[in-house]
């Protein structure tokens, strides 16, 4: 391994005072900053006095800058890697160039701190031993419905990031995909003043959500009760509908494939579902 350093800093969510004290002192003892938006970072660094150069490392251009952080790499630099906000490569740039940094032979170092998932998962109630993490989901309605139908099964809690234009549209997915009474947690503004929480069953949130338009602000964590253990192989309503309307014209092994390419649910478990119908 190479001498030379890439460090994975995460930086706070909102609250300042959540800036730890190693991060403070890799970002000022570093020889290049890489931040998704330097503007927005600029403002950050401003608030503790670092006076580290920042390059610009996001989304559309880190193919693009891998090859400037090696080259630095090589020349014996430290660099830092910093997000908007919260740990880098969590719905953040940065996978690219964590794996192209490792092929090259350097290490690449976590400095642990905030994440929005972390933090609302563990102050939420839900169920946290077991947990998955999608994302945003997708921005068009028809596809956001089927990716929520295809995870309606899904036994362990599961966590999103949404935006606040589409938090409304995004809960009423919810509901028709996992059903209006499965309960959910939504996090708002997390650590910051208005920082919220909302539970109740999906139709609740939703409705609260909706009668108030200060809760459709900031970002979102939004995370969803897993299906009972005993309801794992029962079908949501939708997919039900699309089994049926396979079983009426395809046998029972042709529509269960079928199905199961269409909603994402298991084919053993859409399988089952269709023999059970006949």
């Known amino acids: 391994m190479s001498e030379a350093v890439l460090y994975v800093v995460a930086t706070p969510i909102g609250n300042l005072e959540d800036m730890t004290p190693r991060a403070l002192r890799i970002l000022e003892s570093v020889a290049l900053i890489a931040a998704e938006d330097t503007r927005h970072s600029g403002r950050l660094l401003s608030h503790f006095n670092i006076k580290t150069p920042m390059i610009a490392v996001h989304d559309h251009n880190e193919r693009q800058q891998q090859q400037k952080i090696i080259e630095k790499l090589q020349q014996g630099s430290d660099i830092a890697l910093i997000s908007d906000a919260g740990t880098p490569l969590i719905s953040d740039p940065g996978f690219i160039l964590v794996r192209e940094v490792r092929a090259a032979g350097f290490s690449v170092v976590p400095l642990p701190g905030c994440c929005a998932l972390i933090a609302a998962l563990c102050a939420s109630g839900v169920p946290s031993d077991r947990f998955i993490f999608e994302g945003f989901p997708p921005a068009k309605s028809q596809q956001r419905l089927n990716f929520f139908t295809a995870l309606a099964g899904e036994n362990r809690t599961l966590v999103f990031y949404e935006s ?11 509901v028709a995909a996992f059903g209006a009474g499965r309960p959910v947690v939504i996090a ?8 919220t929480f909302i539970n109740g069953s999906a139709a609740e949130v939703l409705a609260q959500v909706e009668a108030d338009p200060n809760q459709r602000k900031g970002e979102f964590v939004v995370m969803v009760e897993g299906a009972p253990q005993q309801d794992a ?15 009426e ?5 042709q529509a269960s494939a079928l199905a199961a390419r269409i909603t994402g649910i298991k084919k053993k478990v859409i399988y089952q579902a269709a023999l059970d119908r006949k």
């Open 188 to 195: 708002r503004e997390l650590t910051k003043t208005f920082e």
């Open 249 to 253: 014209e395809l046998s029972v092994k």
């Open 164 to 174: 606040p234009h589409r938090i409304v549209d995004s809960l009423a997915d919810i």
């Open 233 to 247: 192989g029962l079908l949501d309503p939708r997919s039900s509908e699309v089994l049926d309307i396979l079983l």
